[in-house]
């Protein structure tokens, strides 16, 4: 089975929800007065059964790079950690930031590295 990378879903009102992590409860009640909802992150997917279903947009480790790295994003605290995380998008990533992650953050999996490494050849 493929990897999760980006655990997302997109209502019939246009509105993208984005489960982030592991127990990451996303929900929106769409224009159309139903619920939806979306939990799992990258580990899995459990969503709300509608009667106007929602369109799945799951990206996985198997798809094309240009699409991974349009959804793919990392927290980030800054360079020193001490300000608030905030999440950035693999495409608007320094190039200088992926270096040093692939250098110093040793407990990524063998999935985020390979994401990384592939945008760096995908920048040359």
């Known amino acids: 089975m493929t990897h999760i ?3 997302r879903l997109k209502t019939p009102d246009g509105t993208i929800l ?5 127990h990451d409860y996303v929900s929106h009640i769409d224009a159309n007065g139903e619920e939806y909802m979306l939990d799992g992150g990258n580990d899995y997917i459990r969503t709300s059964v509608n009667e106007i279903p929602a369109e799945y947009l799951t990206v ?7 699409v ?3 959804v793919f994003t990392w927290g980030t605290r800054g360079p020193n950690g001490d300000q608030p995380i ?3 998008y693999l ?4 190039t200088d930031h992926i270096n040093a992650i ?3 953050q040793t407990h990524i999996t063998s999935c985020v590295r390979t994401i990384f490494e592939d945008e760096l050849v995908h920048r040359q």
């Open 5 to 7: 990378v980006a655990n």
């Open 18 to 22: 984005h489960s982030m992590h592991r």
């Open 60 to 66: 996985y480790a198997s798809d094309d790079h240009s």
């Open 68 to 70: 991974i790295r349009e």
């Open 86 to 88: 905030r999440r950035i």
């Open 91 to 94: 495409k608007d990533m320094e």
């Open 102 to 104: 692939l250098e110093t």
